[in-house]
Nanobody, 120 residues
């Protein structure tokens, strides 16, 4: 199970940190990710991290501004978002899947979203 939190309303240029509590066993076999869905748009990948070796991937438009990290002991995944822009406004979701499987497959676990609103 996944539980995301930390959304809110901020101004452009501000920072926000999202958190996702992870439960389950054998997490080292999994990759954790953050996705977002803006109003009227499809859900898109934002960032992911391997629970095993912390290898990360980012959406081009957020690389250098967002940082995904994890805390094994606390079973938490974070998304530090800096220099936020109005176009980052969206509902953000955390998700998990076994390493090697597609994020588009049915074996993806989704958490509830948290709304991030960035005003100009």
């Amino acid at each position: 199970q996944l539980q995301a939190s930390g959304g809110g309303e901020v101004q452009a240029g501000d920072s926000l940190k999202l958190s996702c509590a992870v439960s389950g066993r054998n997490l080292e076999q999994y990759r954790l990710g953050w996705f977002r869905q803006a109003p009227g748009k499809e859900r898109e990948f934002v960032a992911s991290i391997s629970w095993f070796d912390s290898a990360t991937y980012y959406l081009n438009s957020v690389e250098g501004r967002f940082t995904i990290s994890r805390d094994n002991a606390e079973k938490m995944v974070y998304l530090q978002m800096d220099n936020l822009k109005p176009e980052d406004t969206a509902v953000y979701y955390c998700a998990s899947k076994e390493e090697g499987l597609s994020w588009k497959g049915r074996r993806v676990t989704w958490g509830r979203g948290t709304l991030v609103t960035v005003s100009s």
